[in-house]
């Protein structure tokens, strides 16, 4: 694979290494509670709390990735890229923009039977 070096050559890609609904709604389970912890962590000045924010992110994402998607998660190549997907991702499914972005990432029902 070719390095990626731009955000918006990354997206597609990020979406096809999510071509699978389950890999989907395994990161947004993570990602909306890693969200929910860090909201906690905050409220309640519990700091030491505070990589539980990555744990419960990353574990979902990871997880999904070895079971569903059978790939490497982005994450290890692109890190920052990734996490910043992994919210938009989510920003994207609440408002109903997911599909039109997967399609346009030439992601197709086709290739994510399940």
């Not at 499914?93 to 399940?114: F, H, I, N, S, Y």
């Amino acid at each position: 694979m070719k390095t990626i070096t731009s955000y918006a050559e990354f997206w597609p890609y990020y979406l096809r290494e999510h071509a699978r609904p389950a890999t989907r709604a395994w990161h947004y389970v993570g990602t909306a509670i890693a969200i929910g912890v860090l909201i906690a962590v905050i409220m309640t000045g519990r700091w030491a709390f505070l990589p539980l924010v990555l744990v419960a992110g990353y574990f979902f994402a990871w997880v999904s990735h070895g079971l569903i998607e059978k790939n490497k998660p982005a994450t290890f190549t692109y890190p920052l890229w990734s996490l910043f997907s992994d919210f938009r991702m989510l920003f994207c499914v609440l408002t109903g923009q997911m599909g039109a972005e997967l399609r346009k990432a030439g992601v197709t029902p086709d290739q994510v039977a399940e």
